[in-house]
């Protein structure tokens, strides 16, 4: 299911998408409007529900199968087809559930860093409006929603190169319609960009604007109290060349990933080309990027997608 910038949603057959080498161009994933983008990547099963969070901390439930099936090119159908948006609302997370267990979590974090614990169950609902996730301050937006056990690590990852890795049971449990706690300590004009679940075998994956990325061992971040400045994951030198994270996530070597820059185009590689490299140095290159674009979204493909399927070029 992909999701741009102005709002135009598809789902399409994860078998449009072969295997390329780090460092291609990719291929054109969609076409879109002028001024428009790609923004948001999921993948998931027809029969899933889809829980579309705004940037206002309210979420909409669908059925995947409601979204109509487009062509690989194809830009979508306007998603306030689908949800009831209000006036300037729109799409910052989107979460594909099988089922609302209430031995699982949701947990969200917004743009300035606060962090909210929800029990899944609590939204098993469905309003025409909508349902509050989080109250956020004014000025605040919420970015990203992960499904959670009760027992995870989450690591948090700011646009300038900082990251915090600290218990979820540090984030205390609290209902819908409460706010939330701080999850890390900003510098001035950092923002938060990525939150993500760990195991201390797994790797942080980080790319930035410019098509830079590396992985770095996640053992190499300390558990430290939630709501401390954290430790650097980037060498906050290089950002001039690399341009600033716009996104993490935690992988294996044998994962598969994709890539969708501001041009709509889209590359899908192995984590385990991506160069395993140190807390605070800089990244290589993963994928080309025209002068006037740049890196929007990255999207982790889940062990039984095919890993050779026969896309077009």
Request: with cysteine; glycine share 8%; proline share 3%.
């Amino acid at each position: 299911v992909t999701l741009t910038h102005l709002g135009y949603v598809k789902r399409m057959s994860m078998d449009n998408y072969k295997t390329q080498r780090r460092g291609g161009k990719g291929i054109t994933g969609l076409t879109t409007r002028e001024n428009d983008f790609v923004k948001d990547l999921i993948i998931t099963s027809t029969h899933d529900n889809l829980l579309f969070f705004t940037n206002t901390g309210k979420v909409y439930k669908i059925k995947a199968y409601e979204i109509p099936e487009g062509k690989r090119t194809a830009r979508g159908t306007p998603v306030v087809n689908f949800l009831n948006l209000m006036q300037h609302e729109r799409v910052t997370a989107v979460m594909p559930v099988k089922e609302f267990s209430n031995e699982r979590y949701l947990v969200a974090v917004t743009r300035n860093g606060i962090i909210k614990k929800t029990s899944l169950e609590q939204f098993d609902k469905n309003r025409k409006n909508g349902l509050m996730a989080i109250k956020l301050k004014e000025g605040d937006e919420l970015i990203d929603v992960k499904q959670t056990t009760g027992s995870n690590k989450i690591i948090i990852v700011t646009r300038y190169g900082k990251a915090i890795c600290f218990n979820e049971a540090d984030v205390r449990e609290m209902g819908r319609m409460a706010g939330g706690v701080k999850s890390i300590q900003l510098d001035e004009n950092d923002e938060v960009v990525s939150m993500a679940l760990a195991e201390k075998n797994e790797e942080l994956l980080v790319v930035t604007s410019e098509g830079y990325g590396k992985r770095t061992p996640v053992k190499n971040y300390p558990v430290q109290k939630r709501g401390g400045k954290g430790i650097l994951t980037y060498d906050k030198n290089k950002f001039e060349k690399t341009g600033p994270l716009v996104g993490a996530m935690i992988v294996n070597e044998d994962d598969e990933v994709m890539l969708i820059n501001s041009d709509g185009i889209i590359i899908r590689i192995k984590a385990g080309d991506v160069s395993r490299l140190g807390r605070t140095t800089q990244g290589v290159k993963i994928m080309k990027v025209a002068d006037d674009a740049n890196i929007i979204a990255i999207a982790k493909i889940p062990e039984d997608a095919s890993e050779d399927s026969e896309g077009p070029d």
